[in-house]
T-cell receptor, first 111, second 116 residues
Framework: GEDVEQSLFLSVREGDSSVINCTYT??????LYWYKQEPGAGLQLLTY?????DMKQDQRLTVLLNKKDKHLSLRIADTQTGDSAIYFC???????????FGQGTELSVKP | SAVISQKPSRDICQRGTSLTIQCQVD?????MFWYRQQPGQSLTLIAT?????????ESGFVIDKFPISRPNLTFSTLTVSNMSPEDSSIYLC?????????????FGDGTRLSIL
């Protein structure tokens, strides 16, 4: 069945780069997404990548996709304390646009 | 992207009661979804809200427990019926826009529900 896996925690120092990793199982995934959830808030779409791309860059964010290994990563350059949040990876399959979410990675940024 | 408003933003309810959550979008959207996020957990899709017809429920969710309405392209409701403490969760509405091409899902701020 469909499954998305993420590590649960990541701690970095302010100014360093953060890399959040995600693996998925559904080879028919069309799009893969990164969402951010701050405490007490809903989900904010950060970025997404189409499955036939291997990289997408958007300001401080870089998404890398290895379709062969079904591995997705989100790199945040120059991480700030405001980046502290839970980051969810999600895949969209071809059946009705349903999203399958990972467990979320809690990013803690220390000054 | 569309602005999504959910009401109420939070509530504390008594066991056995029901609560209806509203999701209002400021523009017409093609698809609307309802998700549940249990404490410390990820998001799970409850159902796809279909305009003018019955919602499409995911495995483990049934209409009697989670009735959903979608009378038009900008509004949907989710009712959590006969609530128990296990229903304490965040309930989130998400939408896909009407424009052509790929449209990602955007989420509302969610409704934080606690059942005593």
């Amino acid at each position: 069945g469909e499954d998305v896996e993420q590590s649960l925690f990541l701690s970095v120092r302010e100014g360093d780069s953060s890399v959040i990793n995600c693996t998925y199982t559904d080879s028919s995934s069309t799009y893969l997404y990164w969402y951010k959830q701050e405490p007490g808030a809903g989900l904010q779409l950060l970025t997404y990548i189409f499955s036939n791309m291997d990289m997408k860059q958007d300001q401080r964010l870089t998404v890398l996709l290895n379709k062969k290994d079904k591995h997705l990563s989100l790199r945040i350059a120059d991480t700030q304390t405001g980046d502290s949040a839970i980051y969810f990876c999600a895949e969209r399959n071809n059946q009705g646009g349903k999203l399958i979410f990972g467990q979320g990675t809690e990013l803690s940024v220390k000054p | 992207s569309a602005v999504i408003s959910q009401k109420p933003s939070r509530d504390i309810c008594q066991r056995g009661t029901s609560l209806t959550i509203q999701c209002q979008v400021d523009s017409q959207v093609t698809m609307m979804f309802w998700y549940r996020q249990q404490p410390g957990q990820s998001l799970t899709l409850i159902a796809t809200a279909n305009q003018g017809s019955e919602a499409t429920y995911e495995s483990g969710f049934v209409i009697d427990k989670f009735p959903i309405s979608r009378p038009n392209l900008t509004f949907s409701t989710l009712t959590v019926s006969n609530m128990s403490p296990e229903d304490s969760s965040i309930y989130l509405c998400s939408v896909v826009g009407e424009q052509g091409g790929h449209q990602p899902q955007h989420f509302g701020d969610g409704t934080r529900l606690s059942i005593l």
